[in-house]
């Protein structure tokens, strides 16, 4: 039966879509009329009140899987969207190009009303089946829109506002839809004008980052139309091979060449006159004028890194561990192996899964299946056939051969439960059961089957809280709180250096070529407060490694907001780096892996002289704590 609300809506459509023609002005700007067209010839119901699909776990990794390079190029974008919309109830769904979300960012006090709204990871939005909306109706329309309230056609959806831009890679496919959306907001349009433009913003930042990443190894141009801009903000930028080809662009640079040449050149000598650009170096932005009598922009030209250049390394692989960690590493390993189940607690991100893998290889189950799942990143009601999977035609639409639940396969093994204060209590109950009895019921089997697995928790939340509050069974704390590990955040952690090394090395190893630090960006990372811990610091020097220019990370390359911590402190970063003396002594420090002798031998002064003079200069040698 459908509410005074939702009928309003169902009439409204309906009679605008009659007589739109005759209106004197649509109720809906014209993209939206145009997508309610699509949705009535698709036969949608204006009525329905059905949520949106939602894709099953095995097909949302797959499509994770497939689209891992534009996920992890956009995913610190994501992450700073959110940071900016969050504190108005925004939640940010990344989807791809099919119109599946693939990325999620929710706060966990509005993540419930956001999923009765039809808003999770997973949810499928295709115009031919949800109708008019935001991922849906940017993928057809190709721009960025807001779709609020009742601009949805379908009567589930006129709650949500939604503004989306699409995202397109280098050679102009379009990638996905970044989109935020709320469950409340005023009635008026205008009042997303705002968040649209945030959305379009960072829509452009994860292009500009995927043209980065796919221009390594060639000749990049970055313009804009003022001076102040070319190297902060870049409007234009084209990428091209040793031979002149163009291989990539981002969006505005391919209007840009469209607007002026009516198609895409293929060579970069149509485009700028060769000795014009020869000349743009790569010292202060120069005025380039291009051909087809274009107005000029100011540019900066990056020449491709040489492959064997130097790079700059800051200290030896497997460094020490902090260690606190070296300790409950140890300890955990004994207590898993007496058959009691280890619980990890610590901040998002500081490292839980990799610590429990950890545990796993070193304990007498190495060998055996590690078996992860996330309770907080799959739906309440995936959880439950994920981790005691089904019997064949358990219910309608399981799969005829049924499914072997993740307890089943971690038989023998560890199954790690991540997120542990996120899963609903009814399961709880049950994983109790399991537990306690060592047998599994998958849905709809006759007989139960024996297990032997291992547990790991972890949790970032207060698990005392919640079973204070009944929000966590407390007979289930006890049992899989054999032993507790507070793993300490990456700002406490002794080993930062050693980290930030290991991490730099793997994401430029999967950038393909080696990638530096420059001791001023090392300094950066060493100061930074780092609230999302290592998952961050990834994320940071993913970043880093796909934009940054000649093979070595400067602070300008880091996102923005590790740079803007260092100067709130008050300390001018510009002034620090230009002070000759301090930079010496940096360099030093870095060129010797942080070792004080081999340093102050190579600045021909004592040991006792460096100290005082780093000392003097504020630089934190890594290892020792923050006071
Ligand atoms: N010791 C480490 N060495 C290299 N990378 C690490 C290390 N610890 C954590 N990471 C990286 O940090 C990220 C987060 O790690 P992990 O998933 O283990 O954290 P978590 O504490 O379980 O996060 P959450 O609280 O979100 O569940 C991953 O990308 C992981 O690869």
């Known amino acids: 039966m459908l509410s005074a609300h939702s009928k309003a809506h169902v009439d409204c459509v309906s009679r605008v879509l009659k007589n739109a023609s005759g209106l004197p002005q649509a109720p809906v700007p014209a993209p939206i009329l145009d997508s309610w067209r699509r949705s009535e010839r698709h036969r949608l119901d204006p009525g329905s009140l059905q949520g949106p699909r939602i894709l099953d776990q095995t097909l949302l990794k ?26 108005a109830d925004y939640c940010v769904l990344l989807a791809d190009a099919q119109g599946r979300t693939l990325d999620y960012r929710v706060d966990a ?30 993928l057809a329309s190709k721009m960025p829109l807001t779709v609020h309230k009742r601009d949805h056609f379908r009567a589930a959806f006129i709650g949500l506002t939604c503004s989306a831009a699409p995202v397109f ?11 935020a959306s709320a469950v409340q907001s005023p009635d008026d ?42 190297d902060s903000q870049p409007d234009y930028l084209f990428a091209w091979d040793a031979d002149g080809r163009l291989l990539a662009l981002n969006p505005a ?11 895409v050149p293929g060579h970069i000598g149509e485009v700028f006159d060769p000795d014009a650009l020869r000349a743009a170096g790569d010292g202060v932005a120069q005025p380039l004028r291009g051909r087809a009598d274009a107005p000029a922009l100011y540019v900066r030209l990056s020449a491709p890194p040489r492959q064997s250049r130097p790079v700059p390394r800051v200290a030896a692989r497997g460094a020490e561990l902090d260690p606190r960690i070296a300790e409950h590493l140890r300890l955990a390993v004994r207590v898993k192996d007496r058959n ?46 994920e981790l005691f999977g089904y019997a064949a035609g358990a219910f309608t639409g399981a799969s005829s051969k049924g499914m072997r ?97 290991r991490v730099l090395e793997e994401e430029a190893a999967s950038c393909g070529e080696p990638v530096g630090l420059s001791a001023a960006a090392l300094e ?25 220019a000649g093979g070595v990370i400067q602070p300008g390359d880091l996102p923005a907001e590790l740079r803007g911590e260092r100067l709130a402190t008050g300390e001018d970063a510009a002034a620090l780096a230009s002070d000759p003396e301090r930079q010496a002594l940096l360099d030093a420090l870095v060129r010797h892996r942080w070792k004080p002798g081999p340093a102050a031998e190579s600045l021909g002064i004592s040991r006792a002289t460096l100290y005082r003079r780093v000392h003097q200069h504020g630089i934190e040698m890594p290892g020792k704590r923050r006071g």
């Open 524 to 548: 950066c990372l060493l100061g930074y407060r780092w609230p999302g811990n290592v998952r961050q610091l990834r994320h940071a020097l993913r970043y880093a490694c796909a934009v940054c």
């Open 109 to 138: 006090t509005i993540r419930n009303d956001c999923r009765k709204a039809g808003l999770d990871l997973g949810t499928w939005w295709s115009e031919g089946e949800e109708g008019t909306c935001g991922v849906a109706t940017v």
């Open 189 to 230: 349009r205008r009042s997303q004008t705002l968040v649209r433009q945030l959305v379009a913003q960072s829509a452009r930042q994860i292009e500009n980052a995927f043209f980065m990443h796919s221009a390594l190894g060639h000749w990049v141009l970055r313009a804009h139309a003022a001076p102040g801009y070319v």
């Open 253 to 263: 640079a391919r209007r840009y060449l469209r607007q002026r040449f009516g198609e």
């Open 405 to 501: 639940g993740l307890l089943q396969q971690a038989d023998g093994g560890t199954l790690f439960l991540d997120e542990i204060g996120d899963m609903p209590l009814t399961l709880q109950t049950r994983l109790l059961r399991v537990l306690a009895e060592g047998e599994v019921a998958p849905l709809g089997a006759a007989r139960r089957q024996a297990v032997d697995i291992q547990v790991i928790c972890a949790t970032h939340r207060d698990l005392a809280g919640m079973v204070a509050d009944g929000s966590f069974r407390e007979d289930l704390y006890f049992r899989i709180g054999g032993a507790r590990f507070e793993l300490p955040p990456l700002r406490e952690r002794s080993d930062r250096l050693a980290l930030i090394n």
């Open 340 to 385: 009691l189940p280890v619980l990890i607690q610590g901040e998002t991100g500081a490292g839980k899964e990799v610590f429990a893998r950890q545990v796993h290889e070193a304990s007498a189950r190495r060998g055996k299946p590690f078996v992860a799942l996330n309770c907080a990143a799959i739906p309440d009601s995936l959880i439950e056939s």
């Open 62 to 87: 797959e499509c994770r899987e497939r689209a891992e390079l534009f996920l992890r190029i956009a995913s610190e974008e994501v992450g700073r969207l959110h940071g900016q919309v969050r504190g």
């Open 169 to 179: 890679d280098p050679q102009g496919e379009l990638l996905g839809v970044l989109d």
